[in-house]
């Protein structure tokens, strides 16, 4: 990797941090859920400092080339957000559906009062 292509991706990961902050910031992102993010940026930003460990992991687990483990890194990490993106997703749909019913119940409870 020459030294030009790390210093740019050098400053795509600063990119990358600023942007997950600012989200924080300004609320669009929760704490908790940021916590993944930030580790893949940490991943990306160790590869980007240390090239030679992309090419220690392609060796070791016998991928041809350095493309095919950074592809197989993304694909991994792509899969890891999903799979937490679904469970957030699940968790409030349960909530949503509880809350529904809970503001059915109340709603009926107000008419019978309101009837009295």
Known sequence: MTVYLRVVLGFVVVVYFLLI???MKKKMLSLKYTLLWLFSGFVMGILVLFPGLLDAFVKAVGIETPMYGLFVFAI???LVIAMSLTAIVSKQTERIKDLAQDNAVLE???RELEKK
Request: net charge positive; no cysteine.
């Open 21 to 23: 902050l600012h989200f």
């Open 76 to 78: 991994f990490f792509i």
């Open 108 to 110: 009926k409870r107000v």
